[in-house]
């Protein structure tokens, strides 16, 4: 509907229904092609196809994204998101149900190529596919439907958001739909506080799966207290299709146990971690009998790709992928981790 937003533009309170959007180029989206302004409370529900940086509400986000969603189907090329194809801005309580498709950076990702900051956001991997990088969580569809899921992940008390819980996905408030403003979620399910002097204590596969896909704390404290086994023919746990928690920029303090036969088999940004930020420390922990096995690029058994520090850590296991791959780490992008042959890989080229 709108080729370019300038800075300073502003697009609120605004859905398009039933979008068909063919282009031949680049940044084409479901309301906007390239956004350098503030698109806020907006949804776009349609088909989108194009080339380059091809997203189901915006193509290009250079701008602000709030409080927005998108339906619907997206296909092109090269950077293909559910929400938005290319990334260099900031995305913020948002989610997406969109299936995309097309040849690279592209799939089962709330942003085909992100440069820019996600937080608290969703995306449906059962209509969209597994999460990859973009520090969104990736949720089933009944779990999108969920108050408490939704309130982990920003959702909650939030007057623009509603919810008919577990009979539709979270709606925006301005469009009339039966629901509810969705409660502030509880933590009770983990002991401590979350903080350096008394953080969240882990000792369950099950709390461990949970803090997957609660974004909102994966900047919290946290301390294993017993090994943890993963094995999918025990109860809860699966053959993850995903990273076990997808984005981290907190503490991750191991307490020399061990994780055990963890088996993902996915896309790319794979690992027990699929991306550590600039401020995560992962720290005595150990990984025994890992099977990892993606798809695409940026694998490894601990973490795909690593911004953070990680002091005392091992693995043994298997590890496979296209570009990129580690028995520890996929691709090391700092100079945090420090370096030993095989466990990490100190260059794009390596």
């Given at each position: 509907m709108f080729g370019q937003l300038d800075s300073g533009a502003r697009i609120s309170n605004l859905g398009l229904e039933v979008v068909d959007v063919n282009g031949t180029d680049e940044s084409i989206g479901g309301i906007i092609g390239k956004n350098n302004g503030d698109i806020t409370n907006c949804y776009s529900n349609g088909s989108i196809n194009g080339?380059?940086?091809?997203?189901?509400?915006?193509?290009?986000?250079?701008?602000?994204?709030?409080?927005?969603?998108?339906?619907?189907?997206?296909?092109?090329?090269?950077?293909?998101g559910s929400l938005v194809g290319y990334n260099e801005g900031d995305i913020a309580k948002s989610y997406s149900t969109s299936m995309a498709s097309g040849d690279d950076y592209v799939g089962g990702r709330l942003v085909g190529y992100n440069e820019g900051y996600i937080a608290h956001s969703v995306l449906d991997i059962e209509t969209s596919g597994p999460v990859g990088s973009n520090r969104c969580a990736g949720l089933t569809t009944s779990e999108m439907?969920?108050?408490?899921?939704?309130g982990l992940n920003g959702f909650a008390n939030d007057p623009n958001w509603i919810l008919e819980a577990g009979r539709?996905?979270?709606?925006?408030?301005w469009e009339g739909k039966p629901g509810q403003i969705i409660p502030e979620p509880d933590i009770n399910w983990l002991e401590g506080k979350g903080t350096s002097q008394n953080p969240y204590r882990i000792d369950t596969a099950e709390q461990l799966?949970?803090?997957g896909k609660a974004?909102?704390?994966?900047?919290?404290?946290?301390?294993?207290v017993t090994d943890i086994d993963l094995d999918p023919n025990f109860p809860y746990v699966d053959v993850f299709p995903q990273s076990v928690v997808p984005s981290f920029n907190g503490i991750f303090e191991g307490n020399g146990h061990k994780i055990l036969h963890l088996i993902i088999k996915?896309?790319?940004?794979?690992?027990l971690f699929g991306f550590l930020d600039?401020?995560?420390?992962?720290?005595?922990?150990g990984l025994k009998e890992i099977d990892v096995n993606g798809m695409n690029s940026y694998v490894g058994n601990l973490v795909g790709v690593n911004y953070g520090t990680i002091i005392n850590c091992y693995s043994t296991g298997k590890v496979n992928g296209y570009d990129y791959i580690g028995g520890l780490v996929g691709y090391q992008a700092s100079k945090s981790c420090t370096w030993q042959s095989g466990l990490c890989c100190p260059s794009p080229r390596c």
């Open positions: 080339n380059w940086f091809i997203g189901g509400l915006v193509g290009y986000n250079v701008g602000y994204i709030t409080n927005s969603y998108s339906t619907g189907t997206v296909s092109g090329d090269w950077s293909i439907m969920n108050p408490h899921i939704l539709n996905y979270p709606r925006l408030a799966i949970l803090l974004s909102i704390l994966w900047d919290k404290h946290y301390l294993l996915g896309g790319s940004y794979l690992g600039s401020k995560a420390v992962v720290s005595n922990l």
